[in-house]
């Protein structure tokens, strides 16, 4: 019930429900309160337009990517553990071609890691969602392209969300050296979770959104990352909640 409970709530306060809320609120009140209304229907586009808005976007995002340096080999490295996000099935295109933008960074993040630990366990995770296929498979085949041999894989196709993955990986990796690859904005409260399960995982931050255009510059890009990293503030907060 909580995992459908955050996914809703999450879905409802995103700018673009939320700024269709607030217009729709603004439909609604025009009789009855009329500067208010007014109001509602003005803030949903400002709303939108200051998040597309270069200088926004980029500080909410780099807020959240600044903590963490890129991985760099050293240390020696048993279970590289790559969390996992999306994918769309599509039986005649590479599993590569499969995977969302942010699921492929992660992945090929984790066989950079890999590939500097050959001996060492990949393991990639994630449920089936609405896809038929688990997300989790995708991602080992997706990896076995890439090179890395089926042995050296691990899934857990149950896992839905960054909470389930690490609770898994605790079992599975004890106190082996891993390092946790995953989104750049992602990293604090994925690192957080794994340390709960008492993993002392090193970070290697991908898939970076902090990227600058223009000052004075509009996009749906900057709405883009705005979103997602809003989507990581609510994260934060959640887990800050149940805490």
Known sequence: MGFWLKKAITAMILPVPLACLLVLAGVMLRRRAPRLA??????????????SFSPVSTGLANALEAHHSSWQPGAPVEFVLVLGNAHTSHPERPATAQLSGTALARLLEGVRVWRHNPEATLVVSGSRGADPAPHAEMMRLAAMELGVPAERIHTFPEARDTEQEARFSGALVGQAPAVLVTSASHMDRALLLYQRQGMNVTPAP??????????????????????RALHEYLGQLWLAIKS
């Open 206 to 227: 991908t898939d970076f959104m902090a990227q600058p255009t223009r000052p004075w510059y509009f996009s749906a890009r900057n709405l883009w990352v705005s979103q």
């Open 38 to 51: 007014l109001g509602l229907m003005v803030a949903g586009p400002a709303y939108l337009l200051l998040l």
